[in-house]
């Protein structure tokens, strides 16, 4: 049976009184119509470790073949639904105010599937009983997010400092399958963040990622993996000229994503532009 999580202070005290009516309307509709679905986001890191900040949407996690479902009853309601990324991300918007439907990540690799319906902890948002995403899956979600402007790696030490003896460590090994690295990565930092809490990270754990580095460092590459750029799992702007100038092929185009061309496409098209540098001569200049 789900368990409860204790709540850090209601979403109700961070976002005007109609954005608050928007969301508990929403989540009304899904709970009413039978719509599997989990909170995550910062609503599920304030739950699972107590540090609550301002966020401008609710991140709500569904599964794929449900989203028409979703958008058709939102619809109904007078709202406006958007297959933003037709691979991971969908919206619904009233006015400004909106919700987040997030069905994958945004490199593809981690499909919402039937495994993060189970063992879920109950919460409440604005008088609305919710299910919110497990620790593990909050966890795989954020490891691959390491973009210039956004590394969620604090949110994964600050998870691991809350929960790490509660964790189905064996589930997450799984999980993150080929992508061991990247967690290994996350458990090593953690160490280094936190250096009296080291010993929260199973020995086992560290035992078998550390083995299995071993392994690798006595062996080759395989062939397949000799030109390609994983950094595109990583982030989406940081390595595109190792593959757009540099002949590596996209880690987004291999069978370790379920990307298109299409969808890195359109991905890469709406990353955000740098600032511009200050003109030379005002204040903010170097020399």
């Known amino acids: 049976m789900p368990s409860s999580t204790a ?73 406006r639904t958007e297959l933003t990324y037709p691979h991971w991300l969908a919206k619904v918007y009233d006015g400004d105010a909106f919700i987040d439907l997030i069905f994958n990540s945004g490199n593809g690799v981690t499909p919402v599937d039937a495994r993060w319906f189970h063992g879920n902890c109950r919460a409440e948002i604005l008088g609305v009983p919710v299910l919110v995403a497990n620790v593990e899956d909050c966890l795989l979600s954020k490891a691959f997010i390491m973009e210039r402007e956004r590394y969620d790696g604090g949110d994964i030490a600050h998870l691991l400092l809350a929960r790490a003896e509660r964790l189905d460590w064996a589930s997450l090994l799984e999980r993150f399958g080929a992508h061991w690295r990247v967690l290994l990565s996350h458990l ?62 996209d880690g987004r185009l291999t069978p370790a994503s379920g990307m298109t061309a299409n969808d890195v496409a359109v991905w890469t098209r709406d990353i955000e532009p740098a600032p511009a540098p200050p003109p030379r001569g005002t204040t903010d200049d170097r020399e």
Do not use: N
Not at 192 to 199: D, L, S, V
Not at 225 to 237: I, N, Y
């Open 7 to 79: 709540l850090a202070p209601s979403i109700e005290e961070e976002v005007p009184p109609h954005v608050a009516d928007f969301y508990r309307r929403s989540l009304r509709v899904l709970r009413d119509a039978g719509i599997p679905f989990l909170v995550g986001g910062a609503f599920s890191l304030a739950c699972y470790t107590g540090i609550r900040r301002a966020t401008k949407d609710l991140d709500l996690f569904i599964l794929r073949e449900d989203f028409e479902r979703i958008a058709q009853r939102m619809r109904q309601r007078g709202w």
């Open 188 to 249: 090593t930092l953690f160490g280094y963040i936190y250096p009296g809490e080291r010993h929260r990270i199973p020995d086992w754990v560290m035992a078998r990622l550390l083995d299995r580095l071993g392994d690798e460092m006595h062996g080759p590459p395989a062939p397949a993996q000799r030109r390609v750029c994983a950094g595109t799992l990583l982030s989406r702007g940081q390595y595109l000229h190792d593959v757009e100038q540099a002949g590596y092929v």
